[in-house]
């Protein structure tokens, strides 16, 4: 069977996956050990929301910069919601928190005709802000038992609360894109705006939710991020953003919008799951891990062009 270069997209991400898992698993017993394995579900928890989130963005032909900032912000909220005996109104504020940074950047790009790199570099640095301001620098810890167990350490079938936020989110966000007139437009606003709007399609209002929808899911991954590690910093989310694009990327969804699905990006986020953990366990260090990760989406950008370039002449 010939395979074109559009198989080599499609399954060329599968195929990764299942080499560099078989390559880790020969050169480290630790890697092979089952429960490593099941563990690497609970650690891509925060970044597979991130990049599901961001595949809606990426789609309406977006970038979004600040969701490090922003669940990095929601989180110190949150946290300080709770030392403060705040109890379970800690959840819908840290919720809230989130989706005003998230309504803000559409509002940015909406209404004052500012692109989405600008507008969320702007909230990255105002969110990261109000966070030190919030922390004066220093880690801010509460107690909260039920916190923890509810998103991060309970644990159900085997596997811990954080994963399963991981697939309530992913099953919904792909219900959305997949079933949903939400999903629908959001493609077509990333394939052209400007025949979308001819169409009538309400692009304005679709971008603003889009950008808010990811500031709510931010308030989740902060939440899940401090009932983790039970306690909140300032830069307690920061760099998410880029694996999350990354993640994106690597799993098929288009810079230039309009192409990808939930699926993909949830193995992009296997991917680099993967090789996070399994570097790390070979003791490779960060920067040489930005390196590999950041030399796979180029791979990937590059193998896409050329599948691309296949089609075009089809």
């Keep these: 069977m010939t395979v074109s270069r ?17 390559g880790l698993m020969v050169l480290s017993p630790a890697f092979r050990d ?18 599901g989130a961001m595949t ?36 819908p504020v840290g919720l809230l928190v989130g989706g005003l940074f998230g309504l803000l950047n559409g509002l940015l790009i ?78 077509a606003l990333g394939g052209d705006a400007e025949s979308a709007s001819m169409l009538g399609l309400p692009v304005n209002r679709l971008r603003i939710a889009i950008f808010t929808m990811t500031g709510a899911l931010m308030g989740l991954v902060g939440m899940i991020l401090i009932a983790r590690i039970g306690n909140a910093r300032a830069d307690g989310a920061i760099g998410l953003e880029f694996d999350a ?30 090789l996070n953990n399994g570097l790390a366990i070979l003791n490779v260090d960060f920067n040489t891990q930005q390196v590999i990760k950041g030399a796979l989406v180029v791979a990937v950008v590059l193998i896409d062009r050329w599948a691309r370039g296949e089609e075009a002449r089809a």
């Design 245 to 274: 694009i990354a993640a994106a990327v690597i799993g098929g969804t288009r810079l230039g919008g309009g192409y990808g699905s939930i699926p993909r990006t949830m193995l992009g986020v296997l991917l680099i799951g993967v």
């Design 56 to 91: 809606f963005v990426i789609l309406s032909g977006e970038i979004d910069l600040s969701v490090g900032a922003v669940a990095s912000a929601a989180a110190v909220v949150t946290a300080i919601a709770l030392s403060q005996g705040w109890g379970v109104l800690a959840i």
């Design 110 to 187: 909406v209404h004052v005709a500012v692109p989405s790199f600008i507008a969320t570099l702007v909230s990255f640095f105002i969110a990261q802000g109000v966070a030190l301001t919030l922390t004066g620098g220093q880690t801010i810890l509460f107690d909260a038992d039920w916190f923890r167990t509810l998103f991060a350490t309970g644990v159900l079938l085997g596997n811990r609360a954080a994963f399963w936020w991981l697939v309530v989110v992913a099953l919904v966000l792909w219900w959305l894109l997949a079933r949903t007139r939400f999903g629908s437009n959001t493609y």
């Design 34 to 51: 089952p429960e490593n394995l099941i563990g690497i579900g609970r650690q891509v928890a925060i970044l597979g929301i991130a990049a």
């Design 6 to 22: 559009a198989n080599l997209a499609d399954y060329g991400l599968v195929l990764a996956i299942i080499l560099i898992i078989g």
